[in-house]
């Protein structure tokens, strides 16, 4: 059942050209498909021809123009070695499938009455018979018939009339790029010229009536094209570009070539629709689909264990990317904030894994943090360690050298080398080995050298019980006591177990260590609350100053918890000044305002030893809260007045970053006025940012129910807006009430639970509602399996990606641990159950 790396052969044929015609018709979709075959040099010998295949019913199927006799079965067509002729051949299918039957929205489905493909990583196989794997890569023409006034497909538009298109992709390919759109849409569009001359069509299609809500997503898209010139120097290189918005979609969009396809979530944005992090979200997916066309379409993965090849870099890209549109250090802060929510959470628990996997069941539930998020880390430690030049130097060769490949991670790591001469081989651990690593350091001072020593510990994770000592670049900084720096920021490369650097210094310096978080690792070091506000007052590297901060407010929650602590000067106190530091960026500040998630805590508890408890994890954040509102409370009101923005809104990083911060101290004012401020603001809010900002605000000081009725009411049409509304009474309620609401709406007639952001903002709305789903009574576990068994049957890949919900039951106590093992063992033991539920089930039950 399992699939493993170490088991790789090339395909045994080369397919030199597709040829596709699909006679579109919701329930019985025709698809002929002509494939021109060749054996594959690179397996010498006669092998038999096997085609993947899946729901297809096969109507007819000719070798070289004659009819053949051959039966496929559940998962594909062989054509046995003693039909096939030694040399080039053709291969003729047609097939008909059912999109509307395709709740799985994998391969052709429709969506509301619009037709869409969704084939990575292999859905191809439900709509041709076809050798689905990355490394076949051919050109595709597609001819598509229907009685829909828009047809899509890859590449470039060939011709056109009356029920029918045709597109050529002349770009080599693997299915998992394919991709087909049919629908009565409306298409925003603007003309792009590449830096040498290209004349580009640019379209976002959409259904009518949302038109007038695309021109950030395609702002966003003009900025990525002209950023991956000037940056990268990556042209784009077919005469159109086109994307298309869905509702019904299993992810956040795709990198189809030529083609992309959007959750439509992640598109349409207009002031009074999305807040400032939907903008933010939409520049950065429209960034990354986009910059998929040279990571993952112009050069593509062998293999899916390669996944990490194309999302990890192209992640790195994007983040940079948003980076240079905004601001790097609030990036990094949100990056970050991310990584550990939920990429450390999965490196610490059952589902652990390597960035590059060596074995799994079901591709589709890798599409993980680990291989996101921690491949994009992987990357700028890389770049760190070869510096930004041969940074630089290392991508030109690998687009030259593999332009046009299914390349791999060793493919990756040679360019690396021979551009820099740098020896990677142990930094290739990172590939190879999940977990995360924990470094402790010590410090020693002597009068005249400063000394400090680091130890890395790499912990056991599934099937990996030792591992090497990594390459952990450590960036550093010094300040002497008065706050100035005496060592700007340098990289130590920590290769071993254990060790020590030393630096001259004639008065005891404050270590600024992991500026910008250099690595993936959770550092160790005992720091007494005055030097984290030391840091948090004086480091110069924005990202450590945030992490003093969030340090100082981690370990006094950590005691409220665990001893009754109350919250004192040390951290009130810094807080305060950092907050009314005009000085500093407002969005910094808000982030230095928000309080570290209960979950974080709850992982963040267990890693000390102490079993979380989410009721009082959830009762001590909000004293914490409370005290800090009651800190700055006569200062809030000033505080907000004048951060408010009088001109119409821009959804820019300057005007977000003031928002944000006004938002953060209308939140705590709301803990200690009663509400009225909150709305107040909430009936004068123009945009989403604060209408939202608002509604948070009230529902987390347990008021707003007149808000949400009226907020209802005002966009009870509007399905993306409408999520928000589902999703927050879910994620803000009481923990004692968290089950009771979400199961209230779940019989809202509104909630749609076959589409898959529905189904999220509300089963996903609870597993995030951490003090509600780990309630005690047990309640919110039953809730998230019902739903979960529920769903598996019709769409197993969203099915499997939200049972991971339950991936952190080994840090509670044995109740709890009971409780989720019975859920985890149900799910297991229902018949039918799907291979991706399954494998997600078994891996969290450790067998
Ligand atoms: N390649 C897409 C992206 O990163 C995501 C595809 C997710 N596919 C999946 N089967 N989960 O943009
Ligand atoms: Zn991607």
Known sequence: RAIHLSDYLPYTHLVEEVALVFRLAPKATRVAATLRLAPNPARPGRHDLRLDGENLRLLSLRLNG????????????????????????TVETEVE??????????????????????????GFRKITFYPDRPDVMAPFRVRVEGDLPVLLSNGNPTGQGTGWAEWVDPWPKPAYLFALVAGDLVAHSAPFRTASGREVALNIWVRKGDEDRCAYAMDSLIRSMRWDEEVYGREYDLDVFNIVAVDDFNMGAMENKGLNIFNSKFVLASPETATDDDFARIEAIIAHEYFHNWTGNRITCRDWFQLCLKEGLTVFRDQQFSGDMRS??????????????????EDGGPLAHPVRPDSYVEINNFYTATIYEKGAEVIGMLKRLVGDEG??????????????????IEDWLTVFQDATGRDLTQFKRWYTEAGTPRVKVWEEWDGATYTLTFEQ?????????????????????????NGDEVLPT?????TEGRQSFRFPAATRPVPSILRGFS???VLEREVSPEERAFLLAHDTDPFNKWEAGR???????ARMVTDGAAPGPDWLDAIARVTFDETLDPAFRALALRLPGEDDMAATLHAGGVTPDPARIWTERRRMAEALAKRLGPQLPGLIEALAEPGPFTPDARAAGRRSLRIAALNLLTRIDGGRAAQAAYRAANNMTEEVGALVALLEAGAGQEELVAFEARWAKDRNVMDKWFALQIALAHPDRAVGVTEALTRHPDFDWKNPNRFRSVIGALSGNHAGFHHASGAGYRLVADWLLKLDPLNPQTAARMSTAFDTWPRYDADRQGMVQAELARMAATPGLSRDLGEMVGRMRGV
């Open 66 to 89: 004659a009819a053949l006799e051959c039966a496929p079965d559940d998962t594909g067509l062989t054509i046995p070695a003693a039909h096939l002729p030694d040399g080039p051949f």
């Open 97 to 122: 499938i059912d999109p509307e039957g395709n709740t799985a929205l994998e391969g052709l489905y429709m969506s509301r009455g619009m037709y869409c493909t969704q084939c990575e990583a292999e």
């Open 328 to 345: 790097h250090a609030v990036k990094r802060i949100e990056d970050v904030l991310l990584l550990r929510a939920r990429q450390f959470r």
């Open 391 to 408: 940074y630089a130097k290392a991508l030109d060769l690998y687009f030259t050298r593999h332009d046009g490949q299914a390349a791999t």
């Open 457 to 481: 510990e790499n912990p056991p994770t599934p099937g990996q019980p030792e591992k090497g000592a990594k390459v952990i670049p450590i960036a550093l900084g010094l300040l002497n006591p």
């Open 490 to 494: 340098t990289v130590l490369e920590l």
């Open 519 to 521: 690595a993936p690792v």
């Open 551 to 557: 340090a100082l407010a981690k370990d006094l929650l």
